[in-house]
Every structure is written in structure tokens, then in C-alpha cells.
């Protein structure tokens, strides 16, 4: 049964308690909290506006700070809430038209009319290698850095930043610029208005911008999972490993196909267009699209 606490210090610390357990305090009382999560298990931070940081840690404890910026009214409509869970932690700032969830901030009744009247907050979370992580805002950038497991990152409105992850990495931006560095497992990207940058040591990956350039560089490829990268309105170009084999189909509006690699094309060559194969074309389909830009397949 969850329990919750009643906090009166201008600046709290929270310690762990049993699996189940709740936390809260408003955001007029800045939010402190630590606590041991397993190998495996997720660390899930969820803020309705602003932004979000993800660090390694130097212990064996997952470390929350937030705090929220605004007038004595605004802070004190957000809310800080630590749920602990069988898999792990969710660590929740929102306003009173929303609620705490596994998954992500769940909208409750009627909103006010008007402008966002809370304010904005500041997650730090420091993570213990091997923990995966969430980390979601509504309004806000999002930025993480060396996660020592899976990553999932998003924003509905701010840039998404994954600079070095153990696992595989999914980020999103509904309107913002999307990069992943270093990362070490499978990759999918996406903005729906912005610039997606992708660097991975191991495929496969799939990247795509409603508005904005695309570019998309693997080390090597795992199996033979089709991958796909497209944008709307910009350049697409994906370097890919010296021994690549499979498929290519480059397709373009308005625009140049390219590729590097030496292909048996099939059907009419165009200028807007390549379709063919690589080697034996035993791996896996790789489709540039874009509907007005370049689209290019390089050697790494």
C-alpha cells in the first residue's frame, strides 16, 4: 500500500523505503532523494516542464535533486512525487492536472484556461552502472550522459541529447534537435521538427525528422534487421561499415541518391532514385527517404 509523507523542511531529504512506498512534497521545498536500484531495473523521471539531466553516479545509490523555479505560487503548483516499484524507482514532477505513472504523467480532469501557471523544474538524477533509464519532459531538454544500460529519452518540446549509453537507446523529440553519441546497442531516433545526429559502434538503427537533416553513422551491424531513415524536408546520409551487405533503395523528390558503394542496380537508373544490391545481399535492407534532399550511403 503506498505511504504517503508529510514534509515540512525547506529542503528534504528523502531515503528509500520499502517496494510500494510513495514520497511527496510540493515544489516550494526542493526535492532530495537516494536510494539503491538492481542491475536491470529501470529509474523512470517524468516532468511536465523543464529539463531533465542524467549522470553516472560514484556509488551504488540512484541520486535525485530537484528543484523548481518560479514565484512562491508557481512552485508551490508542482508537485515531486518518488514512487518505488518491483523493477525499480519513478520519480514524477507535475501540476494538479496531472498524475504519476510507470509510464509516463497521466492527465486528470480539466486543465486551467490560459498559460501553464506552475513552474519550471530542474531534474539531476546520478545513476549507478548497469540501471536503465526513462527520462521524459513535457516541455524541456533532456540530456544524458554515459548510462551504464538501456536508455529511453523524450521530449515534447526541447532537445534530446544521449552521449554514451551501455545499452540501446530510443529518443525523441516532438519539436526539437535529437543526438546519440557512443552509443553501444541498437539505436532509434526520431524529431518531429529538428536535426537527428546518430553515432553508434553497433546497428541497427533507425532515424527520421519530419523537418530537418538526418545523418546516422554505425561502426558495425547486428543481424539483418531492415532499417529505415527518412526526413520530410532535409538531407539524409548514412555512413555505414566497408563490408556492408544488402540491400540498398534510395529515394528522393527532389533531390540526389548517392552511394559509395558498388551496386547492381535494378530497374532504370535515376538520378533520384538507387535500388540494388550490395555484395551478396544477404543482410539487411537499408531505405533512404526524403522528400526534399539528398539522400546518401557512405563508407565509414
Given at each position: 500500500?503506498?505511504?504517503p509523507l508529510s514534509l515540512a523542511l525547506p529542503a528534504v531529504l528523502l531515503l528509500a523505503l520499502p517496494a510500494g512506498a510513495q514520497q511527496r512534497t510540493t515544489g516550494d521545498r526542493d526535492l532530495d532523494w537516494r536510494g539503491r536500484v538492481r542491475d536491470g531495473d529501470w529509474v523512470r523521471v517524468f516532468s511536465h516542464k523543464g529539463e531533465i539531466r542524467v549522470m553516472p553516479g560514484s556509488g551504488d545509490e540512484v541520486e535525485v535533486h530537484g528543484v523548481a523555479r518560479g514565484s512562491s505560487a508557481e512552485r508551490e503548483r508542482v508537485t515531486f512525487e518518488v514512487i518505488e516499484r518491483e523493477d525499480g524507482v519513478t520519480i514524477c514532477?507535475?501540476?494538479?492536472?496531472?498524475?504519476?505513472e510507470e509510464d509516463g504523467l497521466e492527465s486528470v480532469g480539466r486543465g486551467w484556461s490560459g498559460r501553464d501557471r506552475s513552474a519550471n523544474v530542474i531534474l539531476t538524477v546520478r545513476l549507478p552502472r548497469g540501471v536503465h533509464v526513462n527520462a521524459a519532459s513535457g516541455n524541456g531538454d533532456v540530456h544524458v550522459e554515459r548510462a551504464g544500460g538501456d536508455v529511453r529519452a523524450s521530449s515534447g518540446n526541447g532537445s534530446v541529447e544521449v552521449l554514451g549509453a551501455a545499452g540501446s537507446v530510443q529518443a525523441s523529440s516532438g519539436n526539437g534537435a535529437v543526438t546519440v553519441?557512443?552509443?553501444?546497442?541498437?539505436?532509434?531516433?526520431?524529431s518531429g521538427n529538428g536535426r537527428v545526429r546518430v553515432s553508434t559502434s553497433q546497428g541497427p538503427v533507425r532515424a527520421s525528422s519530419g523537418n530537418g537533416?538526418?545523418?546516422?553513422r554505425m561502426a558495425s551491424i547486428?543481424?539483418?534487421?531492415?532499417?529505415?531513415?527518412?526526413?520530410?524536408n532535409g538531407r539524409v546520409v548514412v555512413y555505414l561499415p566497408d563490408d556492408f551487405d544488402g540491400e540498398l533503395d534510395l529515394t528522393t523528390g527532389h533531390g540526389e541518391a548517392y552511394t559509395d558503394f558498388p551496386v547492381t542496380v535494378r530497374g532504370r537508373l535515376q538520378k533520384s532514385r538507387i535500388q540494388g544490391t550490395v555484395g551478396s545481399?544477404?543482410?539487411?535492407?537499408?531505405?533512404?527517404t526524403s522528400g526534399n534532399g539528398d539522400v546518401e550511403v557512405r563508407k565509414m
Amino acid at each position: 500500500m503506498l505511504r504517503p509523507l508529510s514534509l515540512a523542511l525547506p529542503a528534504v531529504l528523502l531515503l528509500a523505503l520499502p517496494a510500494g512506498a510513495q514520497q511527496r512534497t510540493t515544489g516550494d521545498r526542493d526535492l532530495d532523494w537516494r536510494g539503491r536500484v538492481r542491475d536491470g531495473d529501470w529509474v523512470r523521471v517524468f516532468s511536465h516542464k523543464g529539463e531533465i539531466r542524467v549522470m553516472p553516479g560514484s556509488g551504488d545509490e540512484v541520486e535525485v535533486h530537484g528543484v523548481a523555479r518560479g514565484s512562491s505560487a508557481e512552485r508551490e503548483r508542482v508537485t515531486f512525487e518518488v514512487i518505488e516499484r518491483e523493477d525499480g524507482v519513478t520519480i514524477c514532477a507535475h501540476d494538479e492536472r496531472q498524475r504519476c505513472e510507470e509510464d509516463g504523467l497521466e492527465s486528470v480532469g480539466r486543465g486551467w484556461s490560459g498559460r501553464d501557471r506552475s513552474a519550471n523544474v530542474i531534474l539531476t538524477v546520478r545513476l549507478p552502472r548497469g540501471v536503465h533509464v526513462n527520462a521524459a519532459s513535457g516541455n524541456g531538454d533532456v540530456h544524458v550522459e554515459r548510462a551504464g544500460g538501456d536508455v529511453r529519452a523524450s521530449s515534447g518540446n526541447g532537445s534530446v541529447e544521449v552521449l554514451g549509453a551501455a545499452g540501446s537507446v530510443q529518443a525523441s523529440s516532438g519539436n526539437g534537435a535529437v543526438t546519440v553519441d557512443q552509443a553501444h546497442g541498437g539505436v532509434r531516433a526520431s524529431s518531429g521538427n529538428g536535426r537527428v545526429r546518430v553515432s553508434t559502434s553497433q546497428g541497427p538503427v533507425r532515424a527520421s525528422s519530419g523537418n530537418g537533416s538526418v545523418e546516422v553513422r554505425m561502426a558495425s551491424i547486428a543481424g539483418t534487421e531492415d532499417m529505415q531513415f527518412s526526413s520530410g524536408n532535409g538531407r539524409v546520409v548514412v555512413y555505414l561499415p566497408d563490408d556492408f551487405d544488402g540491400e540498398l533503395d534510395l529515394t528522393t523528390g527532389h533531390g540526389e541518391a548517392y552511394t559509395d558503394f558498388p551496386v547492381t542496380v535494378r530497374g532504370r537508373l535515376q538520378k533520384s532514385r538507387i535500388q540494388g544490391t550490395v555484395g551478396s545481399g544477404r543482410g539487411p535492407r537499408v531505405r533512404l527517404t526524403s522528400g526534399n534532399g539528398d539522400v546518401e550511403v557512405r563508407k565509414m
